[in-house]
């Protein structure tokens, strides 16, 4: 693995790409489980590991849930339109997002809207709640396009590390 003191891209050679792949597939394997996958020492691979993570490469390790087995039946896709674009608006609208915890992922856009939201809620009252609630002036929004996908096709959080 190779970082460049100018940019934050990490350069990662095959043995880094491998090690994330299985990491990818199964975040619980054991370092002398992955090791051996990886046909490095223990020792090795844990380093290995380890500077993936010091280099923000590996941000986290975290659990999937199926959100609808526990009750959040809605995930929804909510289109924003801010009341500006000065950095105040931004920054306010930023900061209220990242304390909600329905909204499961948020993007600044270019394009039409201003920003897209990824929202999970037990059922369509709680949506209209929450929209009503957060999704208005006081956290710099004046428009919201709410859109309900019919089906999920595919879902997934493993990056194609082939691509690199």
Known sequence: MKISSKSVRVKLDRIDKNII?????NGRIQNNDLAREIGLS????????KLLE????I?????????????????LFSRIWLVGQDAETIDTFIEAMKELPQVMECYIILGECDAMLKVVVPDLESYRQFQSTHLTKKNGITSVKTDLPSQIIKQSFQLPLDDL
Do not use: E, W
Not at 21 to 25: E, G, M, S, V, Y
Not at 42 to 47: K, N
Not at 59 to 75: C, P, R, W
């Open 54 to 57: 010091d280099a923000g490469v």
């Open 21 to 25: 792949h299985h990491l990818q597939a």
């Open 59 to 75: 941000q986290n390790y975290t659990t999937i849930v199926d959100s609808q087995k526990i009750g959040f039946q809605l995930i």
């Open 42 to 49: 223990p020792s090795s691979c844990l380093r290995r590991v």
